[in-house]
C-alpha cells in the first residue's frame, strides 16, 4: 500500500468534527490525527475504535508548544481547523474566551506554513454575515458585517488565511457553516434542544415570536460536502457556504419536531435573545451542491435519521 494521507484535524471531538473524523478514517488511505482540548467536546463522539488509521491527543492549539509539538511530529499533508469555543449563549457570556482563539488561528496557520502542509480548511460562520443583507446568503457579494466576538474571531480567520496565501502561498478553503444537526450535537443548539425536550414531553421553549427563520442542514451533507472540498481539489483558495436551501422558521421547527417524536409538548414563549439572534439566515449554497452533485436529506428525514440513531443517547436538557 502507498503513503497515506496525513490529516490533520483539530476540534474533533465537536460535533462537526467528529462526524468529519469518521468520514476521513472511512478511507483507509487516510491517516488522521484529531486534537481538542475537550472543553466543549466529547470523547464519546470520537470515532470508531475498529478503524486503526487515526489517533487523539488532547491538545490546546491555543498553545504554542502544544500544537507545535504534534504538528512537527507528524508533518500533515492538510489540516481541518475546526477548534473553537462554540455555543451562542456561552460565546455571548464568556467573549474573552472566544477572542483567544484568534491565537490558535495564528498557530496553525504559521505551523502549517513552516511544515509545507498543502492546504488549511478553515470552520467559518454563517455568524459572519450578521443581520441579512441580501438573500440569499453569497460568498462573494454579501457583506459581513455582524460585530458579536464569535463572528468576528472567524472573520479574523479568514483574513488570516486570504493573507497566509497572499504572503506564503499557502493553500485555504473556508467552509462558513450555517445551522447543522444530527445524532451527535449538542444540547445547546435549537434542533437537539427540542428534540431533547419534546422526547420528555417537556415544554418547547421559543426565543420572541418564533417567527426567525433558519435553514437546517443534516451532518451528512456537511461532512460530504467538506470532505469532498478535499478530495476533488477543489475550491482551493475560495469560500464555501455549507447549509441548505430549505428556509424553515423556528414555531414550525417545533412543531415537526413534536409531531416526529409523537410529544405532547406545549410550547413555551420567552423573551427575545438580546443578541445574536438573527431574524434570517438564508444561504447561497451552489458552490455545495456542486460538491454533493446530489439531492440534500429533508429535515423531516434528518429528524428521522436522529431517532433512528441508537448509538448515541439524546443528551440531557440543561435547566
Avoid at 492538510?78 to 456561552?90: E, L, N
Avoid at 468576528?152 to 502561498?169: C, F, P, R, T, W
Avoid at 441548505?244 to 409538548?265: C, K, Q, W
Wanted: contains cysteine; glycine residues 6%; aromatic residues 10%.
Amino acid at each position: 500500500m502507498g503513503k497515506k494521507r496525513k490529516i490533520l484535524l483539530t476540534g474533533g471531538a465537536g460535533f462537526i468534527g467528529s462526524c468529519l473524523a469518521q468520514k476521513l478514517i472511512s478511507d483507509p488511505e487516510n491517516f488522521v490525527v484529531i486534537v481538542d482540548d475537550l472543553s466543549t467536546g466529547d470523547l464519546r463522539k470520537l470515532p470508531d475504535r475498529a478503524f486503526e488509521n487515526w489517533r487523539f491527543v488532547k491538545c490546546d492549539v491555543n498553545n504554542y508548544r502544544d500544537i507545535a509539538e504534534i504538528m512537527l511530529a507528524n508533518h500533515f499533508e492538510y489540516v481541518f481547523h475546526y477548534a473553537a469555543f462554540v455555543g451562542v449563549k456561552q460565546t455571548q457570556a464568556y467573549p474573552i474566551k472566544v477572542m483567544r482563539d484568534i491565537k490558535g488561528i495564528e498557530n496553525i496557520l504559521g505551523l502549517s506554513k513552516n511544515m509545507g502542509v498543502k492546504r488549511v480548511f478553515f470552520a467559518s460562520s454563517s455568524e459572519v454575515y450578521g443581520e441579512p443583507v441580501n438573500l440569499p446568503q453569497n460568498e462573494e457579494t454579501t457583506p459581513l458585517n455582524s460585530r458579536i466576538p464569535y463572528a468576528v474571531v472567524k472573520n479574523v480567520g479568514e483574513a488570516y488565511l486570504k493573507s497566509y496565501k497572499k504572503e506564503y502561498n499557502l493553500d485555504y478553503t473556508i467552509f462558513r457553516f450555517f445551522n447543522t444537526y444530527g445524532p451527535k450535537q449538542s444540547v445547546d443548539f435549537v434542533m437537539s434542544r427540542f428534540i431533547a425536550l419534546a422526547l420528555k414531553n417537556k415544554p418547547i421553549t421559543i426565543y420572541g415570536d418564533g417567527l426567525q427563520s433558519r435553514t437546517f442542514c443534516f451532518i451528512d451533507d456537511n461532512v460530504e460536502a467538506t470532505s469532498r472540498a478535499l478530495y476533488d481539489d477543489n475550491y482551493i483558495n475560495d469560500v464555501i457556504n455549507i447549509g441548505s436551501d430549505i428556509e424553515t422558521n423556528v414555531l414550525d421547527l417545533a412543531r415537526m419536531v413534536i409531531d416526529l417524536t409523537g410529544s405532547s409538548s406545549k410550547l413555551k414563549f420567552l423573551p427575545p435573545l438580546p443578541e445574536g439572534d438573527m431574524r434570517r439566515r438564508f444561504p447561497d449554497i451552489s458552490k455545495m451542491k456542486k460538491l454533493l452533485n446530489k439531492d440534500l436529506i429533508s429535515i423531516e428525514d434528518g429528524i428521522k435519521k436522529i431517532l433512528e440513531d441508537t448509538r448515541y443517547i439524546i443528551p440531557k436538557e440543561r435547566d
